[in-house]
Nanobody, 123 residues
Framework: QVQLVESGGGWVQAGGSLRLSCAAS????????MGWFRQAPGKEREFVAA???????RYADSVKGRFTISRDNAKNTVYLQMNSLKPEDTAIYYC?????????????????WGQGTQVTVSS
């Protein structure tokens, strides 16, 4: 079992930066690939970024070059550094874990989810 708790969300002006953290508990964390997803009101949940245990990464085209996903397996934590934020980045951001050592952009492939953290970007 893996439990996930996100933190670091908040309000920021366009062009600013935020760093989200996802603290994981459970002995299987190092065996999981991790992902970040987001969901805005009235919209479908969408893929943001993913990372494997070894550090390979994948990004949605909409955030590539602006966001960076990383993980610290020793600390059971995954991060999402968000730079050059835009109003369209406003959403609830969710951390997710998959019980396999490869990453996916499909939310149905993930087994565990955090409760989310709100990110609001003003123009």
């Amino acid at each position: 079992q893996v439990q996930l708790v996100e933190s670091g969300g908040g309000w920021v002006q366009a062009g600013g930066s935020l760093r989200l953290s996802c603290a994981a508990s459970g002995r299987t964390f190092s065996d999981c690939s991790m992902g970040w997803f987001r969901q805005a009101p009235g919209k479908e949940r969408e893929f943001v970024a993913a990372i494997t245990w070894s550090g390979s990464t994948r990004y949605a085209d909409s955030v590539k070059g602006r966001f960076t996903i990383s993980r610290d397996n020793a600390k059971n934590t995954v991060y999402l550094q968000m730079n050059s934020l835009k109003p369209e980045d406003t959403a609830i951001y969710y951390c997710a874990a998959r019980r396999w050592q490869y990453m996916s952009s499909n939310p149905t492939d993930y087994d565990y989810w955090g409760q989310g953290t709100q990110v609001t970007v003003s123009s």
